[in-house]
């Protein structure tokens, strides 16, 4: 196995999230190093490819983000639209006497507990996704 065998190998497993010191073990192996030189040349390899590494792992990032992002979106989307279905009376909700601002505060209260939480869990989502695009998108543009 040559160095430039080696490299590709070592930036192949870090692209598979291997540990470093498993890779170091498994050169000793192929490429008949010792541990030693052989977790050097990992550790100067992960530096200089990391980009390289992270780049490898982008679609799965874009994919999860957008995914995460998009059904937070939907689910906040939801927990809105039932929260005005129950203030304008839109929803199945039988509303028991008058619809005045005591009993609104009542129905909120009982029914809103559930769709605050829901909203709550949506709008996460949201940062959650959001995060993994800016970091997804500050690697591929940014460092470029």
């Not at 196995?1 to 498993?22: C, F, G, H, P, T």
Request: contains cysteine; proline residues 2%.
């Amino acid at each position: 196995m040559n160095e430039q065998e080696m490299r590709a190998y070592i930036v192949k497993r870090l692209a598979q999230s291997a540990k470093k010191s498993d890779i170091a073990l498994e050169l000793t192996d192929k490429a008949h190093l010792y541990y030693d030189d052989a977790l050097a040349l990992v550790e100067t390899v992960a530096g200089e490819t990391a980009r390289e590494v992270e780049l490898r792992h982008a679609p799965l990032v874009f994919a999860m983000s957008a995914v995460m992002f998009g059904l937070g979106c939907a689910i906040t989307l939801a927990a809105i639209g039932a929260m005005l279905g129950i203030l304008f009376g839109l929803s199945s909700i039988s509303v028991v006497g008058p619809l005045n601002a005591g009993n609104v505060v009542i129905y909120l209260i009982n029914l809103g507990g559930p769709i605050l939480v829901q909203a709550v869990f949506g709008m996460a989502m949201i940062a959650g996704g959001s995060v993994g695009l800016r970091r997804l998108w500050g690697s591929v543009l940014n460092k470029g």
